[in-house]
């Protein structure tokens, strides 16, 4: 099976929007800016390293490009049986799985951008990869030191982060070089994310989550905090609050993805930093990114079985191009458009499939209409499949 995987903050990098301005699914960055209150585009295409790595800017311009490249993913006709996201990428996994809307995700991961860049302010701190390192030993290694230090991450084996204040970090480095590790690596952040220190922005992002409706799920979305799968809109509600103290358990979570039988791992968003820790963690499985337009056909060869590169053959499911998708231009209440198509009916490029509240949907494809997706009077979420075709080869 296949799971989606979602990058967080770090993955960003200038320019990194370019590729995506000429796609359809670059539509969803002016969504985004109408939802912020802010020029996302110019993020994407015009922001400097040094601005772009800034925890608000950063946040904002990962979330929204995996949720372009999730667009145009759909738009071609692939979904996954599950989703998973790293931190910040948790909240594109939910947006993803239609637990929230977009607009709705897009003010959250805006809100969440500030509160902990405020936090980080009030409190600098400092994070830390640990490498060469078990669990255990840098757990120890955090818990030597006096001060306020702990583990943030675990992200694959022998890769752990640690955080907390500037002090506390470099003695808990010196202590993990005594037990062993081969290299105590700082990043540049200027917060102790994922730690105690954090609570200032916990509270501040509590707020916001109250305001917003997180919705039951069918599909399987992993969480950072415990490394399980939830379905209830509720639970997320709190899952989302108590991430921003927690460790991400992303080890832990890919090997609970294995074992409900996910076994080929597609990134979608900048980057490719999931990628490498999927590699490293599950043995055996298959790992892909989307990061730009370029990479859909090799997607799509792969997923139909076709070799790519050092791909190979994917076990589980499979693709095929002759299968697409037409998907929400938005979120609202979905009806059909019983006057011009019928079930089972051939339907060309620019018919009107159906609306999303009074937005028309109209097919980019021509082909054989072999059924809708979602019901009479239902909600849909923004990139929600709506209708099967089947196109002519």
Excluded at 105 to 117: I, K, Y
Excluded at 126 to 131: C, G, N, P, T
Excluded at 167 to 177: D, H, I, P, S, Y
Aim: hydrophobic share 45%; net charge negative; glycine share 10%.
């Amino acid at each position: 099976m296949i799971v989606f995987t979602y990058p967080g903050q770090g993955s960003q990098k200038p320019g990194m929007g370019a590729a995506w301005a000429d796609h359809p699914s670059w539509e969803l960055v002016e969504e985004a800016s109408d939802a912020a209150g802010r020029d996302v585009a110019r993020l994407l295409l015009d922001a400097k390293a040094d601005e772009l790595k800034e925890t608000n800017n950063a946040q904002l311009a990962t979330f929204v490009l995996s949720m372009v490249t999730l667009d145009a993913v759909s738009r071609i006709g692939a979904e996954a049986a599950g989703h998973a996201g790293h931190s910040l990428g948790e909240y594109s996994a939910l947006t993803a799985s239609g637990a929230i809307d977009f607009s709705d995700a897009v003010q959250l991961v805006t809100e969440r951008g500030n509160a902990m860049r405020t936090a980080a302010d009030e409190r600098p701190g400092a994070m830390a990869a640990i490498l060469g390192l078990d669990d255990d030993q840098v757990e120890i290694a955090c818990a030597r030191v006096a001060d306020d230090v702990w583990v943030a991450n675990f992200n694959a084996p022998g890769q752990v982060v640690i955080a907390g204040t500037a002090e506390a970090v470099a003695k808990a480095n010196e202590v993990a070089k005594e037990l062993g590790a081969k290299r105590a690596m700082p990043l540049p952040v200027g917060g102790a994310f994922h730690t105690p220190l954090m609570k200032p922005a916990r509270e501040r992002l509590a707020k916001a989550i109250d305001q917003v409706e997180i919705r039951d799920i069918d599909t399987t979305v992993i969480a950072n905090v415990d490394a399980a799968e939830h379905t209830v809109g509720a639970d997320w509600a709190n899952l989302l609050n108590a991430q921003l103290t927690s460790p991400v358990r992303w080890k832990q979570s890919l090997h609970t993805m294995a074992d409900l039988g996910f076994s080929t791992f597609v990134e979608l968003g900048p980057g490719k930093v999931l990628t490498g820790m999927a590699k490293r963690t599950i043995k055996g499985s298959k790992q892909l990114s989307i990061s730009s337009p370029d990479d859909l056909d090799s997607f799509l060869e792969a997923l139909a079985g076709q070799p790519v590169g050092d791909v190979g053959q994917l076990e589980g499911e499979h693709l095929f191009a002759i299968e697409r998708l037409v998907v929400s231009p938005m979120a609202g209440v979905f009806t059909k458009a019983e006057d011009h198509v019928e079930d089972d009916g051939f339907i060309a490029a620019g018919d009107l499939v159906g609306f999303v509240g009074t937005t028309e949907v109209r097919s980019p494809f021509a082909g054989q209409l072999k059924g809708f997706l979602a019901h009479e009077g239902e909600r849909v979420t923004s990139s929600q499949p709506l209708a099967w075709l089947q196109v002519r080869t």
